[in-house]
């Protein structure tokens, strides 16, 4: 039995929309289509996608988490759909019913955050993984669907 994992993954908001609301499944891609860090999520594992600002290359700090879900059973696929011969990896996800939320007020809670001062650190990476008190406190942020969501 698989225990879940938690990720934040990192896109601009517009991005993150667009997976969000995908129908009739939403998707999750990352590193502007790569599809190594995929192969490390499974199924069942959840991640929350956190947007430093609102369109890609983007200077606002918009600084906000945009969406929260359950990754959905298969492997991670290519998908032709944004046109212009861009073919990323996607995995499918289930969003839960949820607001977007600012990062500010979570910052000094969350366990992967050693520095408060340097707290953006880990984001550079587009993908990492967190502890379930932090997917947690996002989740809670976010007044998601915890129930969808598995977390205890």
Do not use: C
Not at 32 to 40: E, Q, T
Not at 48 to 53: E, L
Not at 103 to 130: M, N, S, T, Y
């Amino acid at each position: 039995m698989h225990t879940p994992r938690n990720w934040i993954a990192i896109a601009s908001a517009e991005h993150a929309r667009i997976g969000r609301d995908h129908e009739p499944v939403g998707f999750m891609q990352v590193g502007h289509g790569k599809g190594a860090p995929l192969k490390r999520i499974a199924p069942g594992d959840r991640v929350a996608y956190y947007a430093p600002a609102t369109v890609f290359g983007g200077t606002d700090k918009l600084q906000i988490f945009v969406s929260i879900g359950v990754v959905q059973p298969g492997e991670p696929y290519l998908a032709d759909m944004m046109g212009n011969g861009f073919v990323p990896w996607r995995r499918d996800v289930r969003y839960a019913t949820a607001r977007e939320a600012p990062i500010a007020p979570l910052i000094e809670a969350f366990d992967f955050v050693e520095d408060p001062k340097r707290w953006g650190a880990k984001f550079r990476f587009g993908l990492f993984e967190i502890d379930a008190h932090d997917m947690r406190l996002i989740a809670d942020a976010m007044r998601a669907d915890v129930k969808s969501l598995n977390i205890i």
